[in-house]
């Protein structure tokens, strides 16, 4: 159980394109989900905090018009990178939990987005 | 907001070795897990333990919550466990989303 899965695997795309990527929450409901960014060989930064029906709440200096993220249902967050530059370029994870309190968060395989 | 250190940063093992990977943080935390990131960047939930003893298999981790530090055993370790174990806390403090803060990590690499 708890099972989140993340699309796509992997994004290559032109500088410029604007970039969706889908995070599920299969077999649970998912009122909080999170957005984390990973440079290689680094540790994961959080980026933002979403939950269900609500705007999400970004952590300090991430662009939220760079990064849109939107939370429409208890099973799905996306997020969109806007205009997507080489810098862009990162692994994505996203990540999900219930309501219920003392429980773990449930990670996404990730997304592996170059821009060219 | 919440420090998370891991130690050490770099580990090299023979296989079959044991070996103790360290996590300390500076806060009370509500939420404490261990991950194992494997080298195509999945990341595996190898224990959720805020506090206590658990054990899985050749691993086991324990979380000292007043002392605000938690440790991960491997033992008999095999070429697979390579890759990176990262710690991640989140805290009474984090506006009620238990908000997830990762450590550095501590790259592990198993030779046979």
């Known amino acids: 159980g708890a099972v989140v899965s993340q699309h796509p695997s992997w994004v290559i795309c032109k500088s410029g394109t604007s970039v969706k990527i889908e995070c599920r929450s299969l077999d649970f409901q998912a009122t909080t989900m999170f957005w984390y960014r990973q440079f290689p060989k680094q540790s994961l930064m959080l980026m933002a905090t979403?939950?269900?029906?609500?705007?999400?709440?970004?952590e300090q200096g991430v662009e939220k018009d760079k990064f849109l993220i939107n939370h429409a249902s208890l099973t799905l967050s996306t997020l969109t990178v806007t205009s997507a530059h080489p810098e862009d370029s990162s692994f994505y994870i996203c990540?999900?939990?219930?309501?219920?309190?003392?429980?773990?968060?449930?990670f996404g395989d990730g997304t592996r987005l170059s821009i060219l | 907001g919440i420090q998370v250190e891991q130690s050490p940063p770099d580990l090299i093992l023979q296989e079959g070795a044991n070996s103790t990977l360290r996590c300390n943080f500076s806060?009370?935390?509500?939420?404490l897990q261990w991950f194992h990131q494997n080298p195509w960047g999945q990341l595996i939930n190898l224990f959720y333990?805020?506090?206590g003893t658990k054990q899985n298999g050749r691993l086991s981790a324990t979380t000292v919550a007043t002392e605000r530090y938690s440790l991960l055993y491997i033992s008999s370790s095999q070429t697979t466990d390579s890759g990176v174990y990262f710690c991640a806390v989140a805290t009474m403090f984090s506006g009620g989303y238990n908000k997830l803060i990762f450590g550095a990590g501590t790259r592990l690499a198993v030779h046979p």
């Open positions: 979403s939950n269900e029906g609500s705007k999400a709440t970004y």
């Open positions: 990540s999900a939990r219930t309501a219920i309190s003392n429980q773990p968060q449930h």
């Open positions: 806060d009370s935390v509500n939420n």
């Open positions: 333990i805020p506090s």
